[in-house]
């Protein structure tokens, strides 16, 4: 810019006055208008072109603006978020260098109604509560593809030790997989009936509206659920969540423009479809042999842009930031990756999907 500017205002003289002209000369040389200076067009705003992850991941603190799930859990974003606070009397927040311990306010009184419950009616003295949503909601530069219209949390599957953990530790432990080896039924080691207890009061919670688990966990709960079993049809099975429970929350009031998602059968659903998911999962006793031919990957979707969400979330991204403050790991922790953020574990999108074919 300043070489563009230079050039346009003196080069014009120099010329006409070659470059080994006198300085007596130079000055008596009236100086020509400088000549507009026409400049390229500027570049296309970020917020058009960037994907969407990155505008929302760039965000550290909420929109200062009404409490609002914008769009639909895999395509949205969140207004006025609210953060679960890092340390409650029964649940601790990890990995907090991710900064993802935002909701929408009904989520926030849910998880916390939910962790009381936990320590009063069950053995656990609170919950580890793992990513909900960014402090703007949208998509995320890793993991998950739900998670962001503020109505998802993530739940470990493993309590909440008695002490308060330190923010390193909050990074570096790793969560422990309910189901064995071969993923034919859950691990004896890991699982308890206290599970069954944790999940089906989720469950049962007011507003919640589907528990995503492994289907061995589903599995486990069908055998183990007893006579009171209205509450297993909100638990679906999903890939992975072996380590965690997904909670999803309903549309709350006050958000018109939150899409909903089918309501669930009220079908306990532990029969056929269970079944198929079950084979899904199951690793096979022997592995196959290595193919000589690559598999062929498909290519990945093109990232989602501001113009994919709903427009509103235009106006969360640049609504001023609301006067609370990110959370933050200690300086100098790294944060362990998840078993569950590495491949593909994919995140629930909605519609249940992809929905094997019922086995004929
Ligand atoms: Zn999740």
């Known amino acids: 810019m300043i070489g563009l500017i230079s050039f346009a205002f003196f080069a014009p003289a120099a010329v006409a006055q070659g470059s080994s002209a006198p300085g007596s000369l130079w000055q008596n040389v009236p100086m020509p208008a400088p000549r507009p200076v026409v400049l390229p067009p500027p570049p296309p705003l970020a917020l ?26 895999a395509k949205g974003c969140l207004a006025g ?5 890092i340390n409650g009397p029964d649940w601790q927040v990890m990995r ?26 069950t053995t656990w003295p609170g919950l580890l509560v793992g990513d909900m949503s960014q402090p703007r909601g949208g998509p995320m530069l890793t993991g998950h593809a739900s998670h962001q ?38 691990n004896p080691q890991t699982w308890t009936p206290e599970h069954i207890k944790v999940i089906r009061l989720a469950a049962k919670m007011p507003g919640v509206e589907r528990i995503f688990v492994n289907p061995v966990i589903k599995k486990q709960l069908c055998v183990e ?26 549309c709350p009031s006050g958000s018109s423009t939150c899409k909903a998602q089918a309501a669930v059968s009220g079908d306990e659903e532990c029969g056929a479809q269970l079944d198929y998911w079950l084979k899904q999962v199951r690793k096979p006793d022997v592995p196959p042999p290595p193919s000589k031919e690559l598999p062929k990957k498909k290519p990945p979707p093109p990232p989602m842009k501001l113009s994919d969400l709903p427009p509103e979330c235009r106006m969360v ?18 944060t362990a990756p998840d078993p569950e953020d590495q491949a593909a574990t994919p995140d629930p999108m909605g519609q249940d999907t992809p929905v094997p074919p019922t086995p004929q």
């Open 225 to 250: 659920a007893g006579a009171d079993r209205a509450w297993l049809g909100k638990v679906r099975p999903y890939w992975g969540h072996d380590y965690h429970m997904h909670i999803r929350m309903a």
């Open 149 to 186: 219209v503020g109505l998802d949390a993530d739940v470990w599957l493993n309590p909440m030790p008695k002490r308060v953990l330190t923010p390193r530790e909050r990074e570096e432990i790793s969560a422990k997989s309910m189901a064995n080896a071969k993923f034919s039924g859950v």
């Open 96 to 121: 907090l260098s991710r900064n993802r311990n935002w909701g929408h306010p009904v989520l926030i009184n849910l998880l916390e109604r939910l962790a009381r419950k936990v320590q009063l009616e």
């Open 48 to 73: 058009d072109t960037a994907p969407a992850k990155q505008l929302f991941g760039a965000a550290r603190l909420p929109a200062d603006l009404q409490a609002r799930s914008l769009g639909f859990y």
């Open 81 to 85: 978020a609210r953060p679960l606070p």
């Open 317 to 334: 991204l640049q609504a001023p930031d609301a006067a609370v403050a990110a959370t933050k790991a200690a300086p100098g922790v790294v």
